[in-house]
């Protein structure tokens, strides 16, 4: 007798609880939340399309109250203290990061529609674990082997996407913090709540105010904080095309740049990987929130004498993964971020159809409210399909295959951009060469979508530049 | 497949060396993944029901008499004596000599009685010796045969010489019309490597092994859930390239009702729902059976329960 | 021999011998093209003397420089850090021996004393031997190994940009050139440098030195003639991936606009610095910018 259905797993709803919502938040400029003076937005959580607070919207005259806010506290406090302090703000900051972890991660998963375990096991630790990481070097730079006397920029001006909310402020926030920076920092437009609750985490590690400002609000918003004159660095992680636009408008000033853009990174199966772990890993590499992800493995080239058999074990793994309330423990895909990301995604997928690959999904239920998109591989599919070329940011997944390792090469190279790279094969010396020749700046071998502090992180090509993470990531922020 | 190929030792090589290589790390984070799946009230409840009757309820020890098997088999065919709604175990588990008690103790339950035999645990006898401590419990009335594999054979590479071997206990548990289920013992603790766990789980499923099992519980580490999840995914290609289905046994080590679920969870989404039955799926345990009944007791009741509650083995 | 015959011999003998001239030509995939517009411009003294009609290049030359320079960079790349250091060294010692020679041409094109056109050959071989030896010390000053938190082998390592398009100040002519190609060669990438007007001169000079020192073709390529002409179509170029805008005016809206036009590919963009002191320590300052950081991660166990 065969047990099927006992393992249907009955919901394991995390509790929102933890969580204070409030109705409405306005923007937090020199260690207060103040009003905007420019209206709000509505924040909803994407998985039920619930209203969940009314955000300030800021514009012009609230950003310059920032940047001079961060002025403020850079020229009177910030710059002047000694690394040692600046370190034990950020330790504190790191450790409040962790006593409200579940809060945090709860958090997170409302505004943003990602899988609770990720929110849970990755974003949150990861974020906490970057703070830690700077706070150190607040007080080392010299040793950072970066120059003999690296100086702080001034303000820094920076600008995150919706993927990785807290996350992508840990990463921007934390060095420059520690390099002697202060912040204006504006969040995504549908991801604004962590921050926030970032910024009376600064409240309770009473961090002199101004050193962090952070201004809600969405493009306009953004675009004002990186073409503020008061502004001496900028920081991006998002698309392509916006880091395009901000590298044009930041041209012929002064001011220091750096970009984390988007991917379409080639995930590379040899007939030698351990097949188990590479099917795990092309999951992981795809499905891994939702594939909102800058460098998801979006492209599998996989050999062709393995292709059939990896694809099949890929279908076998796909129909055990939940989609679903992002709350709920058991959630491998969550809610897709917005109506517009979705919309994105269907018109690229209709798009992969038309041109001829072919479609699969497992059977799964979607939830009937919310943003959802079942996990998603297209087969058949060729370099010169739009599915194979341009950032889907969804959990969809484009299968092509390669005869030789200079082919698998070549293919994996061919695209503007150069975020990541997997390869997966048995044979070590081949991993050197493969890895070697990966015009991408993180290249995971016999793993994929690892992340870490200590490790640099940034694109070639038009995935943008510079590094955050690690040693390298110190340099976006000083004056070396 | 198994029909057309030699178990020679050229045959035997190439096919294990060239079945897909395990990265260890990726193992074990697929593994501890599955560990984060939470179960909640009425799953749970039947996940507990069905990893009691996947228990092989096991005394491997020199101390063991009569006495203390009987009691070990009362308590196999009734876990909860004032709970009728509770299932029996799937087996006990005993040395050779204690067969007969067991299978007395057990007759007209359902409860099987499983034997370790081939000198358990170390396999370093003559095979004649273990195939005569394999001959004498099956005669004796086991229903299954515990065997362990020679890993020093094993180790050395001498392939052809372990797969003789569990074909031949094989064929000793049919012995005079007896039909004994062969669960062979990989003791995984002793082959170091993953790889080495996938080779050995498919050598034993090519020599005929209807069971596939971690551990002899007399080496650490015993089963692991990395481990569990390499057979898991053994088995499951294996019934893909073949038609025949094998089943799991990870023994050893698994002492709580959490861990247990982890383990059915992996069963769940590695070789699927065929194998979450105690026809192909067991725990080697001892003192599991008492947290799955603390746990279910807590379920029923909503308070938490002592081992005062349930009955010492 | 004639008695005529004779006579003329000697009076040949007799008359100034008038010299052979160099024909500039631009420097593209290891060899010397001239502008495939037929076009030239006068390279004069500051005094307005004639010097040399040098090639004036257009944006086809632009182009084809940038495809040797593009398919040059792959194996330039591939080349052990100790090999390009090498051969850096070998573009000093040939400078070295040319000392005579770039001297005159630089006190011809820029003015100034002999001495000062002296100390600047000088300090451009010493900044061509100061980056020959750092060719196999970038990895281990730049790279790193990352402790990170789980079972994983992780190290960062620069690695070359790709095709560098620099813009070479006009003055001083040979130590501003060596002074933007030297760094972005040495960590493996292949240049594409703008040398402008009377520039030209050492730059095609500089061209031979390189030529022949097993410098592989195309990894430099010199394209002589105008910045404002050339350098929106290199900072627009789609397979450049970086660019030096060391020639242009800092400020100016010419820097702005190439600044713009780079940003279409995300182009890695070195600023105009106001007043560059060419003579100071360079620093990493300009080898920094074309390396990428490419961090490799892989699984530890058994």
């Known amino acids: 007798m065969a047990n099927s259905g006992i393992f249907e797993y009955a919901p394991a709803p995390e509790s929102r609880s933890v969580v204070d919502l409030k109705a409405s938040y306005g923007l937090f400029v020199d260690g207060e939340f103040t009003e905007g003076s420019a209206g709000s937005f509505k924040t909803v959580n994407p998985a039920t399309e619930e209203v969940l607070a009314e955000v300030a919207m800021g514009d012009d005259a609230d950003v310059d109250r920032a940047v001079a806010a961060a002025r403020r506290a850079y020229d009177q406090v910030w710059s002047r203290l000694p690394g040692r302090e600046r370190a034990k703000y950020i330790f504190r900051i790191a450790r409040i990061i962790q006593e409200r972890a579940r809060e945090l991660a709860v958090l997170e998963s409302l505004d943003n529609g990602k899988p609770i375990r990720e929110s849970r096991d990755v974003d949150i630790p990861l974020a906490a674990a970057h703070f830690f990481y700077y706070a150190g070097w607040a007080d080392k730079l010299p040793y950072a082997n970066l120059g003999p006397d690296p100086k702080p920029l001034g303000v820094a ?47 309770q590690a009473d961090l002199p105010p101004g050193v962090v400002n952070i201004v809600t609000g969405a493009g306009a918003t953004g675009a004002a904080v990186v073409g503020h004159p008061g502004v001496d660095k900028v920081a991006f992680t998002g698309s392509t095309e916006v880091g395009r636009l901000i590298a044009k408008q930041v041209a012929g000033t002064a001011k220091k740049v750096t970009l984390e853009l988007g991917g379409k990174a080639a995930n590379l199966v040899f007939e030698d990987a351990p097949l188990e772990q590479a099917v795990e890993g092309i999951v992981d590499g795809i499905f891994f929130n939702q594939g909102h992800v800058c460098c998801a493995g979006s492209r599998l080239l996989v050999q062709e004498s393995v292709a059939e058999e990896v694809v099949d074990r890929l279908r076998e793994r796909m129909k055990t993964l939940r989609v679903g309330d992002p709350l709920d423990k058991n959630t491998d895909i969550g809610a897709i971020n917005s109506a517009e990301q979705l919309a994105k995604i269907r018109t690229l997928s209709e798009a992969g159809e038309a041109e001829g690959a072919t479609r699969w999904s497992p059977p799964c239920e979607l939830p009937e409210r919310g943003f959802f998109f079942a996990p998603t591989i297209f087969t058949g599919v060729s370099q010169a399909h739009r599915i194979a070329r341009e950032e889907i940011f969804g959990p969809v997944l484009s299968v092509l295959t390669f005869r030789t390792p200079a082919e698998a090469v070549e293919k994996a190279n061919n695209t503007a951009y150069g975020l990541s790279a997997g390869v997966w094969t048995d044979k070590g010396s081949r991993i050197l060469w493969l890895a070697q020749r990966m015009r991408a700046g993180v290249v995971w071998a016999n793993t994929f979508n690892r992340f870490d502090p200590t490790s640099p992180f940034g694109g070639y090509k038009e995935s943008g530049y510079g590094r955050e993470g690690g040693r390298h990531g110190l340099e976006a922020y000083l004056d070396v | 497949m198994t029909a057309q190929l030699a178990l020679d030792e050229a045959g035997l090589r190439r096919l294990l060396h060239g079945l897909p290589p395990v990265d260890q790390v990726g193992a074990d984070a697929r593994a501890a993944k599955l560990g984060t799946r939470s179960i909640k009230t009425s799953a749970k409840a039947q996940a507990l029901d069905l990893a009691v009757r996947m228990v092989d309820l096991t005394t491997l020890e020199g101390a063991d008499t009569p006495g203390k098997v009987r009691a070990l088999c009362a308590k196999g065919i009734r876990p909860e004596p004032d709970q009728p709604d509770c299932p029996s175990v799937a087996a006990i588990c005993v040395y050779g000599d204690m067969v007969p008690t067991a299978k007395a103790a057990l007759a007209g339950t359902g409860v099987k009685v499983a034997a370790v035999a081939t000198a358990f645990p170390s396999g370093r006898a003559p095979l004649a010796v273990k195939l005569a401590d394999t001959v004498a419990a099956v005669e004796a009335g086991a229903d299954e045969i515990d065997m362990v594999i020679d890993r020093g054979a094993f180790l050395s590479g001498r392939y052809a010489l372990v797969a003789e071997e569990i074909a031949a206990v094989k064929a000793a548990c049919r012995t005079n019309g007896h039909d004994a289920h062969l669960k062979v013992i990989l003791e995984t603790g002793e082959l170091a490597t993953y790889d080495n766990v996938k080779r050995a789980s498919w050598l034993a499923m090519l020599a005929g092994a209807d069971f596939i099992k971690t551990s002899t519980g007399k080496v650490s580490p015993a089963a692991t859930l990395p481990v569990t999840l390499l057979m898991l995914e053994s088995v499951r290609d294996f019934r893909a390239q073949t038609g025949r289905q094998v089943g799991v046994k990870p023994a050893g080590g698994i002492r709580t009702a959490k861990d247990a679920i982890k383990y059915l969870v992996t069963v769940n989404e590695t070789a699927g729902p065929d194998w979450l039955d105690p026809d192909w799926f067991r725990f080697g345990a001892s003192s599991l059976l008492n947290d799955l009944l603390l746990q279910r007791r807590k379920l029923a009741t909503g308070v938490y329960s002592g081992p005062d509650y349930v009955t010492v083995d | 021999m004639s008695k005529t015959a004779a006579k003329n011999a000697a009076a040949a003998a007799e008359a100034p011998r008038s010299s052979v001239r160099k024909t500039y030509k631009l420097y593209i995939g290891g060899a010397f093209p001239r502008s495939e517009s037929g076009r030239s411009y006068t390279v004069t003294a500051p005094g307005g003397e004639f010097i040399a009609n040098a090639a004036q290049a257009s944006r086809k030359d632009a182009r084809d420089a940038v495809r040797a320079a593009r398919s040059a960079q792959a194996g330039w790349a591939k080349a052990t850090a100790y090999n390009r250091g090498q051969v850096l060294y070998r573009i000093a010692e040939m400078l070295e021996e040319r000392r005579d020679q770039f001297a005159q041409q630089i006190v011809s094109v820029e003015g100034g004393a002999s001495a000062a056109a002296y100390a600047q050959v000088d300090a451009a071989v010493d900044r061509w031997v100061w980056y020959a030896g750092w060719s196999d010390k970038l990895s281990q000053v730049l790279g790193s190994a990352n402790s990170v938190a789980g079972p994983y082998w992780n190290i960062s390592s620069p690695e070359p940009t790709g095709v560098v398009a620099v813009l070479a100040p006009a003055t001083p002519t040979l130590l501003g050139l060596t002074s933007v190609i030297a760094p972005a060669i040495v960590g493996g990438n292949a240049v594409v440098a703008v040398a402008p007007d009377a520039c030209a001169v050492p730059a095609v000079t500089l061209g031979e030195v390189m030529a022949t020192s097993d410098l592989p073709g195309g990894v430099v390529n010199l394209l002589t003639g105008s910045t404002a002409e050339l350098a929106p179509w290199l900072a627009a170029h789609l397979d450049v991936n970086a660019l030096d805008l060391a020639g242009v005016e800092a400020g100016s809206e010419l820097a702005r606009e190439l600044e713009v036009a780079a940003a279409e590919n995300l182009k890695r963009v070195v600023r105009p610095g106001r007043d560059h002191d060419w003579n100071a320590d360079p620093g990493l300052a300009r080898v920094k910018p074309f390396l990428e950081t490419k961090t490799v991660w892989h699984p530890v166990g058994i």
């Open chain 1, 157 to 203: 001006g920076q600008v995150i996407p919706w993927n990785f909310p807290l996350l992508m402020l840990a990463w921007k926030v934390a060095p420059a913090l520690a390099c002697g920076n202060t912040v204006v920092l504006k969040p995504a437009e549908t991801t604004p709540l962590t921050a926030l609750l970032f910024a009376e985490i600064c409240q």
